[in-house]
């Protein structure tokens, strides 16, 4: 399992050297987007509209929008600086909660935990304390660039980071527009939903769920595979250094006689006025 973070997890001067891995995937099936005419790889550029082209990577520098088109200009090397103040920092456990205080509204993604070298003792005595406790821990740590607020709790015997969102990240409900603020269902309509509910109660199997839409999507790609229903993207030619060379000079030779023929057209014009004059 690939290794996305390394670092130390600490609560009071227990200090666990771990490694962090994604517990997650994203499944979902990348489609590309072609030319529909010769069914090519579409081609996304940076531009800049002001200068009307191509941005290289190397040209572009990051910065934030406090107002309509005004930026304050960051440079690689400060955003660097804040990131290495925190990404040297160690992970320290903040404080210890009860799982069920955290709203599910709060957790984003979840992150695998082991132990690095010489760290399965404090990783196995940290998992032991969490369980006879019952409690989960809270921190800050810097994952891809960003203080994240996270919880570090047990999942089937092994150490979970769960990063959460900040309560100014959620937005409030109140802003949710057309909640009623009552309810007026009558008590025989909520009789019958709670039958309902009953009814359809069930322990949570996660491997019953199944997401039909990818599974389709895979059967209708292999079928149109098997039936040959396929494309293959032309290769755009790509000019050789000579082409480019040739087309240079040519292009270059063109300008040169036009403008020689147009100096030489405006040396005669005088002379012909001359003539007039002198007759």
Request: aromatic share 6%; hydrophobic share 35%; net charge negative.
């Amino acid at each position: 399992m690939h290794t996305m973070w390394k670092g130390t997890i600490s609560f009071g001067l227990v200090n666990i050297p771990v490694k962090m891995h994604a517990a997650t995937e994203n499944k979902d099936i990348k489609l590309r987007n072609l030319h529909k005419e010769c069914r090519t790889p579409v081609k996304y550029q940076k531009v800049c509209p002001n200068c009307d082209k191509e941005v290289e990577n190397d040209e572009i520098v990051k910065a934030y929008e406090y107002a309509k088109n005004k930026f304050v200009v960051l440079d690689d090397d400060e955003l660097e600086n804040l990131k290495k103040e925190q990404t040297d920092k160690a992970v320290e456990i903040m404080d210890f909660v009860n799982l069920d205080e955290i709203d599910p509204i709060y957790f984003e993604k979840s992150y695998y935990l082991s132990p690095n070298d010489g760290g399965a003792k404090s990783y196995g005595l940290l998992r032991s304390a969490l369980q006879d406790t019952g409690k989960i821990g809270i921190a800050k740590m810097m994952i891809r660039s960003k203080e994240q607020l996270a919880v570090i709790r047990i999942y089937e015997n092994t150490l979970v980071v769960e990063t959460i969102h900040y309560p100014d990240e959620v937005r409030d409900v109140k802003d949710v527009p057309n909640v009623p603020a009552e309810n007026n269902a009558e008590e025989k309509e909520l009789e019958t939903a709670k039958m309902l509910i009953d009814q359809l109660s069930a322990d949570f199997e996660p491997e019953k769920y199944e997401d039909e839409y990818r599974t389709a999507l895979m059967e209708l790609i292999e079928a149109k595979k098997e039936g040959e229903e396929v494309t293959t993207a032309q290769e755009t030619p790509q000019p050789d250094n000579v082409t480019n060379l040739m087309d240079a000079l040519e292009e270059s030779l063109n300008r040169a006689q036009k403008d020689k023929s147009s100096k030489t057209k405006q040396k005669t014009a005088p002379s012909k006025e001359k003539k007039k004059v002198a007759k």
